[in-house]
Structures are given as structure tokens and as C-alpha cells.
């Protein structure tokens, strides 16, 4: 069974600087794997995607992931944190199951940016 | 193309009453699924839809039920509820046949009193 761990429910960094968010997961097959954002009182907005292609992954608003396969690993960073990064982000892990995709969420990281 | 639409955003229901949320997809998505996001207990499966049956279901009794229509419009239902079922529900769609990405609607607040 595929599973999704983020490690850290809160993290904090000074506007500016690095942000890393850690993901690891376990999956029984090469997975594919996402990092989705959610804004308070909002859906959950795809940040970019990992579908075996390249291993480092660009999306939106700076945002990048780096799938290492030996470290089972898909951690989001991005290199200076802005005050509009603040919300909650989540990994996702998808495998085919039974003919059809299975996706896992992990337990999600609320990020704070201290001005 | 528009995005995944929820009716209604909001909600406000009583101890044993029960209540339908609906969930529009993105135009030619086929597959719908239904997440239950509390504080406690962060984003649960509940279900998934794809052409008008039920393909996938998370642990949840049996009081939560969906159907899916023939224009993947998909309900959810939930009867007698319980103070315990106040959560964001949010629905996701996708074209549900081999690999592709979920695509979130805004989620419908209930808050059970």
C-alpha cells in the first residue's frame, strides 16, 4: 500500500529566504507524485507534478521538487520565500490500482513566513 | 475552461438532519472523487465516481453516499448528521482513465450544530 509522510506540520521561515518542505513516500510501483497548495477556506491547487519524466520538477510561483528515487523523497523548495507562500501544502502520491489511479495525501505542512 | 464548481460554499446543519452537496467537473472529466478535510484529521477519501459507478471508497460508515449522473455531475450525501461530520468536503476531478491529475473544486463548509 502507497503511503505519503511530510515531515514537519508547521515550518517557519523568514521572508526571503529558502523554503524546504519534505516529503517522502512508499509505493509499490513507480508512483507519481504531486505537491498541491491550499489557501484558508479554499480547494487545494496543483503546485506541479512528478510523472517520471524529468527528476526536478518546475511549477508555479517558484516553486520547484526534486524526485529522488533511492531516497524515496520529493521535497518542495523554493529559493526565497514571499509573504503570499503562507498556506498549506500537501503531498501526493498516485499508483494504479486495480486498473485505475489510487491517490494518498499526506497529513499536510502549514507554512509560515515571519516578515 | 471553467474549473470544478461546489455547491453550496457553505452550509449550516442540525444534529440528525441530513444533507446533499454537488459537485460540477471540468468539462470531458469522467471521474469525480469526494475528501473529508478536518483539523484533526487532514484530507480523507471518501469516494470516487467514474461513469456512474462507484470505483474506489474510503472507510467512512455508511450514512456518506454519492451518486455520479450521466454528465459526471456527482452528489454527495450524508444523512443523520452528527457534530462529528463538520468539515470542509472538498471534490476532485479528473479524466479518470490512466494517469492524470486531480483537479480540486472550493469545497463546501458544513458545520453541524
Known amino acids: 500500500a502507497q503511503s505519503v509522510t511530510q515531515l514537519g506540520s508547521h515550518v517557519s521561515v523568514s521572508e526571503g529566504a529558502l523554503v524546504l518542505l519534505r516529503c517522502n513516500y512508499s509505493s509499490s510501483v513507480p508512483p507519481y507524485l504531486f505537491w498541491y497548495v491550499q489557501y484558508p477556506n479554499q480547494g487545494l491547487q496543483l503546485l506541479l507534478k512528478?510523472?517520471?519524466?524529468?527528476?526536478l520538477v518546475k511549477g508555479i510561483n517558484g516553486f520547484e521538487a526534486e524526485f529522488k528515487k533511492s531516497e524515496t523523497s520529493f521535497h518542495l523548495t523554493k529559493p526565497s520565500a514571499h509573504m503570499s507562500d503562507a498556506a498549506e501544502y500537501f503531498c501526493?502520491?498516485?499508483?494504479?490500482?486495480?486498473?485505475?489511479?489510487?491517490?494518498?495525501f499526506g497529513t499536510g505542512t502549514k507554512l509560515q513566513v515571519i516578515p | 475552461k471553467a474549473g470544478v464548481t461546489q455547491t453550496p460554499r457553505y452550509l449550516i446543519k442540525t444534529r440528525g438532519q441530513q444533507v446533499t452537496l454537488s459537485c460540477s467537473p471540468i468539462?470531458?472529466?469522467?471521474?469525480v472523487s469526494w475528501y473529508q478535510q478536518t483539523p484533526g484529521q487532514g484530507l480523507q477519501f471518501l469516494f470516487e465516481y467514474f461513469s456512474e459507478t462507484q470505483r474506489n471508497k474510503g472507510n467512512f460508515p455508511g450514512r456518506f453516499s454519492g451518486r455520479q449522473f450521466s454528465n459526471s455531475r456527482s452528489e454527495m450525501n450524508v444523512s443523520t448528521l452528527e457534530l462529528g461530520d463538520s468539515a470542509l468536503y472538498l471534490c476532485a476531478s479528473s479524466q479518470g482513465e490512466g494517469w492524470n491529475t486531480q483537479y480540486f473544486g472550493p469545497g463546501t463548509r458544513l458545520t453541524v450544530l
Open positions: 512528478y510523472t517520471s519524466a524529468a527528476t
Open positions: 468539462s470531458g472529466h469522467r471521474s
Open positions: 501526493a502520491v498516485s499508483e494504479n490500482s486495480g486498473g485505475y489511479q489510487k491517490v494518498t
